[in-house]
């Protein structure tokens, strides 16, 4: 069944946890390039995937949220996009079977067409090259994530849409502002985001990264207040991240997000799954609020 066809059926979902910190938990050093782990590490990465199944997810991502030609050209792999996304997909898929979803992940390219690092044209082919790669290995859903910049983000749903059989998915990162607003680096309202990734042709909008469980209510509430229908997608990290002795620590433990859990489904969100510094632990925690 088609992912839109189960959220029909009133369930929520289950998304999986962070992959980034958990290659890092792998043995994955600073400056390496996490995608070509789809090469060198194939069994570490599909030993992410399995313990997110094991959790209970109804969703895998994959590992390839850098893996637009415009972030795997600074490891000089920019010749490679299409084999390492495929590989990223084909693993998850191996992980999920055929009941479960597999999300090919994608994140911004770090360019800013405000700044005139690149054109329209090149972004659109850029996501169009990932987006289908993603999808030729085995890739049933496309999330684009951690955007705030909206034209990048219009691009990047508009390129899945129009070249790719995928449902396609849309998070923003946004930061509460002093006035107790949530806004992207870019400024982008959540009220701004539905209505422009909705045009774009987005199937599934929502949050990730920046911010802990807890304001992630709002955000849903804000998104809720502008579309009462469109599935809500959010993971929030496990906390806000703290430096300490120059580790990046993550201090939400599985039971503090499970129990913001029930709020979250009240205010409206359709899947829930984690972002940085969550483990399978705070997938299970989660699942068995939602009865699993
Ligand atoms: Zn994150």
């Known amino acids: 069944m088609n992912i839109l066809e189960k959220l029909k059926q009133n369930k929520i979902l289950l998304c999986d946890g962070a992959w980034g910190t958990f290659l890092q938990a792998k043995g994955m050093k600073p ?28 969703i895998i991502e994959t590992n ?22 495929k590989a990223a997909a084909a693993i998850s898929r191996k992980a999920a079977g055929k009941d479960k ?98 045009n774009a042709g987005a199937h599934i909008i929502g949050s990730n990264c920046g911010n802990g469980i807890e304001d992630m209510i709002g955000i849903v509430k804000a998104i809720r207040a502008t579309d009462k229908i469109i599935p809500v997608l959010i993971q929030a990290n496990a906390g806000v991240p703290e430096l300490i002795d120059g580790d990046t620590v993550f201090r939400e433990s599985p039971e503090m997000m499970a129990s913001f859990i029930l709020e ?5 969100v359709n899947i829930i799954g984690g972002c940085c510094g969550t483990t399978p632990e705070h997938i299970k925690a989660i699942g068995k609020v939602l009865g699993r």
């Open 31 to 58: 400056g390496e390039c996490p995608e070509l782990w789809n090469i060198t590490h194939e069994d570490e990465v599909l030993g992410i995937a399995e313990s997110y199944l094991q959790a209970g997810s109804d």
């Open 64 to 85: 390839s949220f850098g893996g637009s030609i415009f972030k795997l050209s600074q490891y000089g792999l920019g010749d490679r996009v299409i084999e390492l996304n």
């Open 101 to 198: 979803h597999v999300a090919g992940s994608i994140g911004p390219t770090g360019k800013m067409l405000l700044m005139g690092d690149v054109t329209e044209d090149e972004l659109y082919n850029g996501f169009r090259e990932q987006a289908v790669a993603l999808e030729k290995g085995g890739a049933d859903i496309i999330i684009i994530e951690t955007m705030s910049a909206v034209d990048e983000a219009f691009l990047a749903v508009r390129a899945a849409r129009e070249n790719t059989k995928c449902t396609v998915a849309i998070t923003m990162t946004f930061t509460k502002t002093p006035k107790g607003e949530y806004r992207t680096m870019m400024g982008v309202s959540p009220e701004e985001m539905v209505t422009s990734m909705k």
């Open 264 to 268: 979250l489904i009240k205010a409206g």
